[in-house]
């Protein structure tokens, strides 16, 4: 079971930036990092969650929601097993619960594993 821990969250008023984190550990057995696609989703009350920014594996590129390009940044440092979203020009729009995911697809079965949630407010 790999778990993942956000931190970074908070208040930020219109305009200001926040960086997110999310650190991987596995207490049983040693895992590789690079080997999961990290991605950062959100949940604003009443809405679904949506896909924010997405780091996978094997590629170099990275990709957004129309709604943050510009704005936010995901980078992976897999030497610490941690994934970053840099968010820049906050909105209010952008206030929500932000999770991190880490996924990893071995055989046929791919395996999903979620975060508890960073909660991030833009208000002024």
């Known amino acids: 079971q790999l778990q993942l821990v956000e931190s970074g969250g908070g208040l930020v008023q219109p305009g200001g930036s926040l960086r997110l984190s999310c650190t991987a550990s596995?207490?049983?057995?040693?895992?590789?990092?690079?080997?999961?696609?990290m991605r950062w989703y959100r949940q604003a009350p009443g809405k679904e969650r949506e896909l924010v920014a997405s780091?996978?594996?094997?590629?170099?590129?990275?990709n957004y929601a129309d709604s943050v390009k510009g704005r936010f940044f995901i980078s992976r440092d897999n030497a610490k097993n941690t994934v970053y979203l840099q968010m820049n020009s906050l909105k209010p729009e952008d206030t929500a619960v932000y999770y991190c995911?880490?996924?990893?697809?071995?055989?046929?079965?791919?395996?999903?594993?979620w975060g508890q949630g960073t909660q991030v407010t833009v208000s002024s």
């Open positions: 995911y880490a996924g990893i697809t071995q055989g046929v079965q791919t395996y999903d594993y």
């Open positions: 780091a996978p594996s094997v590629r170099a590129y990275t």
């Open positions: 596995r207490f049983t057995f040693r895992f590789t990092f690079s080997n999961y696609n």
